[in-house]
């Protein structure tokens, strides 16, 4: 069975780029335009990975992992970020709220493949 | 610009092959057009025939090396393939643990250490087990024939997408920090790492004898000939015990009968006198 996977970017082209990445990858694809978003959609529906941007108006990716991380679900998503975000103190923040992986923009197939890889995706 | 012929192609490539064992096939003309008419424009030269040229007269051991050099791949990336590393981890180190236990003693090579990402990668390993490992005197030694490849091992600074080829996030937190745009491993990392340059078709003798060899992905550059004399050598550097990691797409088979694969452990290979292949053999 296909591993579903949302998509949480504010920009389109970026969900764009990293929609047609999975998809070859043979993932399914959701996508949310901020933490809102993605939260009210993993309310209704786990995905098996969250691919998650940090700056986003309305809700940002920490405050939704972190949200994400304190619900009571049936499951529990990989959470793997995707964000400008490139120091030390922002890595140790995102893993510390429970990221499962970290990836730096900018990306392209084979970061996300081995990222995928680590986490037991692929 | 100028076409090479084919007389200035061979010279090229018969070079190449002396030197460092690298086989160019004629459909691989670009890639000596791309690498080395740098080289030749840096000399003031027109073009790559010009250069050839040079290296018909009397050309300097400085130029020979930075051609031979300019030639080499190399490509590399943090727990490169993944199972080998845990091949490494759950497999080789184990036995090696209690085989050593008298001597406390290990070493380990990374024959083609290029920029240095798998010596490093091997290094984390261990000292993610330091505990196991404390009291043991445990040597890593990266050769590579390319001394600005080894430039950058010693450095230990890699860009933010090399960093991300292969290293969980786990360990980049733990081994590097951040130096303006680029990452660098550890001084506790790097010390465990001790880099020369060697060229894999000179004698190995003077290096010693290693327990874990890992040769990966530079005898696909090589001719069958060059391939089966340099793992002959490999196998003589290490006790019959000794484990001898390759890479995805090489193998020993129909090369040498001093070495044979393990099953189920991708990428490893062990001497036919190994104890462990005598028992397999029954």
Redesign the interface.
């Known amino acids: 069975m296909m591993k579903s996977c949302l998509v949480v970017d504010d920009s389109k082209v970026i969900r764009k780029v990293a929609r047609r990445i999975l998809e070859e990858m043979q993932f399914e694809i959701e996508e949310a335009v901020d933490g809102q978003d993605a939260w009210q959609q993993c309310q209704k529906k786990v995905p098996d990975v969250v691919l998650l941007d940090w700056n986003m108006p309305v809700m940002n990716g920490l405050d939704f992992l972190r949200t994400l991380r304190g619900a009571s679900l049936d499951r529990q998503p990989v959470v793997v970020f995707c964000t400008t975000e ?3 103190s922002h ?2 923040a995102a ?1 510390e709220a429970g ?1 499962n ?4 923009k900018p ?1 392209d197939r ?2 996300i493949e ?2 995928f ?2 986490v037991g995706l692929i | 610009m100028t076409a090479l012929t084919p007389q200035d192609f061979d010279l090229l490539s018969n070079l190449l092959k002396t030197r460092s064992g690298l086989v160019l096939g004629t459909e691989k003309t670009y890639l000596l057009e791309s690498r080395l008419t740098p080289i030749a424009r840096r000399r003031g030269l027109a073009g790559l025939p010009e250069l050839v040229a040079q290296l018909r007269m009397r050309p300097s051991e400085e130029l020979l090396v930075e051609i031979t050099e300019a030639m080499t791949t190399n490509e590399s990336f943090f727990f490169r393939d ?1 199972v080998p590393f845990e091949v490494l981890k759950t497999h080789v180190l184990p036995q090696l643990k209690v085989a050593r236990a008298a001597t406390r003693r290990l070493r380990i090579w990374c024959a083609a250490a290029s920029t240095g990402q798998e010596p490093y990668s091997i290094a984390m390993i261990l000292n993610e087990q330091a505990a196991q490992w404390a009291g043991w005197n445990i040597e890593i030694i990266g050769t590579d024939l390319c001394k600005a490849a080894l430039s950058k091992a010693q450095a230990g600074l890699y860009s ?2 090399e960093v ?3 290293l ?3 360990l ?2 733990k081994y590097f ?2 130096v303006g745009d680029q990452w660098q491993v550890s001084a506790d990392i790097r010390n465990m790492v001790k880099y020369r340059t060697f060229n894999l078709l000179e004698s190995m003798a003077g290096l010693g004898q290693f327990d874990i060899i890992f040769c990966r992905n530079v005898l696909i550059y090589f001719d069958a000939p060059t391939k089966a004399q340099v793992l002959d050598n490999l196998r003589r550097q290490m006790p019959a015990d000794g484990s001898l990691f390759l890479g995805a797409a090489e193998t020993v088979l129909g090369l040498t009968k001093a070495l044979k694969p393990v099953r189920e452990q991708r990428g490893l290979y062990i001497p036919v006198d190994s104890p462990m292949a005598l028992a397999a053999a029954g």
Do not use: C, H, S, V
Request: proline residues 3%.
């Open positions: 490139n120091d030390m890595i140790r893993i990221a992986e970290y990836i730096m990306f084979e970061i081995a990222k890889a680590q | 993944t933010q997408f991300q080829r292969g969980p996030i786990q980049l937190m920090a951040k």
